[in-house]
Each structure stands twice: as structure tokens, then as C-alpha cells.
């Protein structure tokens, strides 16, 4: 390994010099990293990046002669019949499922200093989206899984945010959760390319250190396989599913058990949580891909490749609207739900390597040189690329993209940028603003009588629609199944316009409310029901930041 290591290293000089033996005993020792942490190690690493280089520069249509259409799948409304009783079939996979958080990112877009996953999901409890979810899990797990089954989640990290995830379930007690049910794998990053022949890029400060980057969160699959948790899941715990999601997204729960029915229901080997996407939206696209040998494929085709492949064949038009104001395509949202069985069987078949691609910034028209050194990345939506052709691909799309999807990406000015050009703003606002509504949608789609909302302008977003804010811990109900049990007469209940509603007591029910004004929090663990109520007080109000104050960080960005 040493001897291609330093050729592919290129010729400088101070490589040859005999005086530097600590410094290339430090740099072997990275190449020896980068070898051990790439599934073939460097050697192949190199390999593949120069496949992928040449096809790159040669400007190769991966999806030469490929022609599109729309997959199969569901497209379901939030709250109707046929959705609720997805869920409930899905709640019921859920407990025979190991989840998998995505968290080894960045957030550059998001500017944030500390890592996403210990934001607040809204400011009426201040429960981070790592509490959420474990609290989300624990609650499945009591109501559906087997006697006795710790329901496994994983939380793929990077150098970025391991130790800090560590700590919070440390200074946490894993929200509950066992120890032994949580579990920590970090990615490590991938060496760096200088050129378009693939030679390894020195740091420009230190001649004896690669450049390294973040590989993409496809390596998950591979961590699930080297680890071997996802064979042990399915051969010692009985799993039938493993479900993949990002970081920030308080409305995971309430989209991805019908997802799961959904899966049940069809025989999905690899399901998609989609939300409806306007045309060009810089989301991908679940895209059916026929092939000239007659063979086909359920992929996930990123936006700035849709539209070519879309105008070069069955619509001249390339991504445009349909009638429905939408892409006939589902936008991904990355929340996948996979059957274990064919999952491990093709993760043992592939050493757990998925699809890779390169994206160089070329400096030059002969496209040899880069701007800037580039790596090799993947992505875990990208899985199905090497599925055997038989196995059943398809998506689950909820209609109303506030129930499904509402992640935190953007910094302030940047998701007040993109709502004025009529995109998703996906900031800390949103996310807090929509949970609120799905929870607030939920009680409506039951009986009981709801808001209406408010609407105001607020960090630059115009129209912002301030639901009442209503929570509930998972462990009073994740469902709407669950949610009509707590709700005795919910025709009984009206929850009134700007007010708050925190249901902490995971034991208690309503029986009848008028939370008139104010705000109501239902504390304690005792089982009684809230009957009779009628609130009218001062409550909690939203109070603007002054912006030449000195808030918390958490505050600032929403
Ligand atoms: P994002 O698209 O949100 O990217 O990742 P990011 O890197 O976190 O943020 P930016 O682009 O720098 O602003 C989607 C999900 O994938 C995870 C993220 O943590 C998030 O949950 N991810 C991303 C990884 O786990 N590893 C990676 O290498 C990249």
C-alpha cells in the first residue's frame, strides 16, 4: 500500500528528503487510516475515483437511453381513512423495526454552532430533536413492540458531532432510553483528490497531510454492515425493517408509520417518504428509469439531472408542473423505510459499498484541472442503484408537506431569501411553526374545534400561519389512533386561537376543554382526565428579540 500511497502522492521534493521521518511516519500512518476506513481500502478508493474522474470529464449521461416515468407508490392525504389506516398497520411494523439517524453533517447552511440534533423542536417545551426521536421510539416500543424488545437506534456521527452526541444522551441518561439500545457509529472522511488522474491532495500547509472531506451520509450503510448490527438485527432480534432519517425533523413520527404500512401493505424492499415537489425544486425526484435492454429501476434522480433527461425524452417540457400545480415526480425527503431481509442480503453481496459520484469544479475546458481538490461521495437514498431488478421499489407521498417534512437547514437571511423566491424556507422557524400545525391538524381531523391560526410576518417571512401551540410527549400518543383514545368527547373540547396547550402527563386524557385564552400545561403522571376545563388567562406570549440583545444562540435562529 505505501509504495502506490506515495507515487499517487505525486513528486515533492520534500518527500525525498531524509530529514523529515517523523513527518512521513505521520503520514503513513493517515494513508493507513484512509486505507483502513474505505471498504477495499485506498487502493480501490483510487480506482474508483479514476473511473469516475474519466467518465466525468468525458461528460457521461449516466442516464444514456434511460426513459423516465412515474413509479409506483401511495399518495395519501394526512389524516384521512385510508392514511390512518396505514398508520396503524405501520405502528405495528414499527415495532419489529431498528431506526437509523443520520447526523454526521455539518449544517453549514444552518451557520448553528452546536449540533442539530440538540436543537429545540419548538420554545413551549424546549425538547431537543435527539429527545424527540428517542422519546418517539420508546413510546413505539411500549405500545407495539414484542415483550421485552429494545428497539435498536443507531446515530451515525462524524469528527464533526460525535462527541457532542455523546454527551447529550450522557448528560441526558439517553432520554430514557437503554444504553445498550442506542449506538454511536462515526464516519470517518475520505482523502482528497488533486487532479483528475485521481493523485491524492496534500493540505496546503502541511506537505505531509492528505486533505480529507466528508464521504456523504451512503456511508451508513456500510457502517450498518461492517458493524455487523444490521445481520444481528434481523438474525438475532427477529427485525423486519430498518427505517433512515435526517436530523431535523420534528414530523418524522408523524409520516413514516403509514410509510411503513405502506411497505407492509405492497412488499416495498425500499420505500421513500416523499412530499408533492414543485417543478425545479432542489429536491430529487423518485424517478422509474426504463433501460434500452428492457430492464428497470426506482431511483432517486437528483433535480439538475431530471430536467435534461426529462426534456431528452418523455417530456419536452423537462420538469414542469402538471395540472395539480406540482411534478408528476415525488420530491425525496430522504426518510427511507427498507426491508431488512434484502437489505443485509445485498449489503453481504456488496461489502456494504453503494453508488459513488464525483463533482469536480473544473479550471480548465480540457476539464483536468480543479478549482479546488474534490472527493468521493454517496448517498444513502442511492442504495436501490444495486438492488437485484426484481426487488419492489416504490414511495409513499403525504399530500401535505407540513405533516411530513420540515427539516432546519437555513440560516435566517438565507430562509428569508428562499421564501421570497417562493421555495420551502426550512429554518428554525418553519420547523417550529409546522409542528405546531400538524399537531393542531391532528386534533381538527378528530373533532375538536381548532384555532384558526394566525398569520404575521416574522424573520423576514411573510404569511408565517401561528397555530395555536399544541404539544404532546409521544408517550401520550404517537398516531391518530392513539390520539382519539386521550380524547373522550373531542367535539367537547376547542382549543382557541393563540393559545397554548402542553399536554406533559403521558397518563392523562380530556374529556372536555375550553382553553379559551392563555395557555394550559397538564403536568404530573396521575391518570385522571381534564374535564369541565375552561382556561382564560395571560399565558405565554411570542415576544420579537431585540436583535441587539444578547439571546442564546437557539433563540437567534428562529
Ligand atoms: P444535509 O443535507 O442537511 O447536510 O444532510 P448537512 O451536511 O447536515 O448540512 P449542510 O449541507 O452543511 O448545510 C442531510 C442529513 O444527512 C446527514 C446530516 O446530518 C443530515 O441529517 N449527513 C450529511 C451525514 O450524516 N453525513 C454526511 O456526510 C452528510
Given amino acids: 500500500m505505501e509504495a502506490v500511497g506515495l507515487e499517487l502522492l505525486g513528486d515533492n521534493a520534500r518527500l525525498l528528503t531524509t530529514d523529515a521521518d517523523d513527518d512521513k511516519r505521520r503520514l503513513l500512518a493517515q494513508l493507513r487510516q484512509l486505507d483502513d476506513n474505505y471498504a477495499g481500502g485506498l487502493i480501490k478508493y483510487i480506482t474508483n475515483a479514476k473511473r469516475l474522474l474519466q467518465e466525468s470529464k468525458e461528460g457521461a449521461n449516466p442516464f444514456e437511453g434511460c426513459v423516465p416515468s412515474v413509479p409506483e407508490g401511495e399518495r395519501l392525504d394526512f389524516g384521512s381513512a385510508a392514511f390512518i389506516e396505514l398508520e396503524d398497520r405501520g405502528l405495528a411494523e414499527a415495532g419489529r423495526t431498528g431506526f437509523v439517524l443520520v447526523a454526521g453533517g455539518l449544517g453549514e447552511r444552518l451557520g448553528y454552532s452546536g449540533i442539530k440534533v440538540s436543537l429545540p423542536t419548538e420554545c413551549a417545551t424546549g425538547r431537543c430533536y435527539l429527545e424527540l426521536y428517542v422519546s418517539s421510539i420508546l413510546a413505539i416500543q411500549a405500545a407495539h413492540a414484542p415483550a421485552g424488545q429494545r428497539l435498536p437506534l443507531v446515530i451515525m456521527t462524524s469528527d464533526d458531532t460525535h462527541a457532542r452526541t455523546e454527551a447529550l444522551l450522557n448528560d441526558n441518561n439517553y432520554f430514557g432510553a437503554h444504553a445498550t439500545q442506542i449506538t454511536l457509529l462515526k464516519q470517518e472522511k475520505v482523502a482528497c483528490l488533486a487532479d483528475g488522474d485521481a493523485r491524492l491532495a496534500l493540505e496546503p500547509e502541511d506537505a505531509f497531510r492528505v486533505q480529507t472531506k466528508p464521504h456523504g451520509h451512503g456511508d451508513v450503510h456500510m457502517l450498518l454492515h461492517s458493524s455487523g448490527l444490521a445481520r444481528r438485527w434481523r438474525e438475532e432480534r427477529g427485525l423486519r425493517w430498518v427505517a433512515f432519517f435526517q436530523d431535523t425533523n420534528a414530523q418524522l413520527f408523524r409520516a413514516l408509520p403509514a410509510a411503513l404500512g405502506v411497505s407492509a401493505a405492497r412488499g416495498f424492499a425500499f420505500n421513500s417518504l416523499a412530499v408533492p415537489r414543485r417543478a425545479k425544486e432542489a429536491i ?60 443485509c442480503a445485498e449489503l453481504e453481496r456488496r461489502g456494504g459499498v453503494i453508488a459513488e459520484f464525483v463533482n469536480p469544479k473544473y479550471a480548465d475546458a480540457a476539464r483536468t484541472a480543479f478549482k479546488k481538490s474534490t472527493r468521493l461521495e454517496c448517498m444513502m437514498q442511492d442504495f436501490p442503484k444495486g438492488l437485484p431488478l426484481d426487488a419492489r421499489v416504490g414511495f409513499t407521498s403525504v399530500n401535505q408537506t407540513w405533516a411530513a417534512y420540515s427539516p432546519v437547514k437555513n440560516d435566517p437571511a438565507s430562509a428569508a431569501d428562499k421564501a421570497r423566491a417562493g421555495d420551502p424556507s426550512h429554518s428554525a422557524t418553519s420547523g417550529e411553526l409546522d409542528l405546531y400545525k400538524v399537531n393542531c391538524k391532528m386534533l381538527q381531523a378528530l373533532g375538536v374545534s381548532v384555532g384558526p391560526p394566525s398569520e404575521a410576518a416574522f424573520n423576514g417571512i411573510q404569511g408565517l400561519e401561528f397555530w395555536p401551540r399544541v404539544v404532546w410527549r409521544p408517550s401520550w400518543a404517537v398516531g391518530f389512533s392513539a390520539l382519539k383514545q386521550r380524547l373522550a368527547r373531542p367535539e367537547a373540547v376547542t382549543i382557541g386561537r393563540d393559545t397554548v396547550l402542553v399536554i406533559d402527563n403521558p397518563n392523562a386524557s380530556i374529556d372536555s376543554l375550553d382553553l379559551k385564552r392563555g395557555t394550559l400545561v397538564v403536568a404530573g403522571s396521575g391518570e385522571g382526565a381534564v374535564a369541565d376545563a375552561v382556561v382564560d388567562n395571560d399565558g405565554w406570549t411570542w415576544e420579537p428579540l431585540d436583535p441587539n440583545g444578547d439571546w442564546p444562540e437557539e433563540l437567534t435562529i428562529r
Wanted: hydrophobic residues 35%.
Fill in 284 to 343: 430529487g425526484a423518485i424517478t422509474r428509469l426504463a433501460f434500452p435492454d428492457g430492464s428497470a429501476r426506482t431511483l432517486n434522480v437528483e433535480y439538475n439531472q431530471l430536467d435534461p433527461l426529462l426534456r431528452a425524452t418523455t417530456h419536452p417540457q423537462g420538469d414542469a408542473n402538471d395540472a395539480s400545480g406540482f411534478s408528476p415526480f415525488p420530491g425525496n425527503i430522504n426518510q427511507l423505510v427498507v426491508e431488512l431481509a434484502p437489505y
